[in-house]
Every structure is written in structure tokens, then in C-alpha cells.
């Protein structure tokens, strides 16, 4: 069950950030939230929120291309 680890206080989804990573590296380096989604087998809005997370934490970047948000890995932060 989703909660928060008590020593780190971080975030403990059911939904391990590798698949959320290795989704990304399947698509070709670059993929929209909803193929993201499907990939890891979450609800889109899921995948948007765990997204947004690992954006903040520097491991993945976004960017708008028409009316879709495309995800891929940083460059500036080795994973």
C-alpha cells in the first residue's frame, strides 16, 4: 500500500520508480504521460503525479510539444 517510509519520509508507492524510468529508456528515451502509464500498468493522473515528482527530484525533465507533455531522462543529473 502507498504510504511514506518513516526513516526517509520519502514517498513509497506501489509503482517503483525503475518502472517508471525504464518506461521512459522502452519509448525511445522520450514518452508522453500516457504511454508511461500503460507501460507501468497505473492510472494516468498516477503516472502525472509521480512524474512531476521525479521531475522535482532532477531524475527526468519535460517538455510541451503541441498539446502533449513529453518526459525524458535528465541531463544534467546522472541516474
Known amino acids: 500500500m502507498p504510504g ?21 529508456d522502452e519509448e525511445g528515451g522520450m514518452a508522453g504521460t500516457g504511454e508511461i502509464a500503460d507501460h ?11 512524474l512531476q515528482e521525479l521531475e522535482k527530484e ?3 525533465s519535460s517538455r510541451k510539444m ?3 507533455l513529453l518526459w525524458e531522462r535528465s541531463r544534467t543529473k546522472e541516474n
Open 40 to 50: 507501468v500498468g497505473c492510472a494516468h493522473d498516477t503516472a502525472y503525479k509521480r
Open 4 to 24: 511514506r517510509d518513516e526513516e526517509t519520509g520519502r514517498y513509497t508507492g506501489q509503482y517503483p520508480t525503475d518502472d517508471f524510468l525504464n518506461a521512459i
Open 58 to 60: 532532477g531524475m527526468i
Open 66 to 68: 503541441g498539446n502533449t
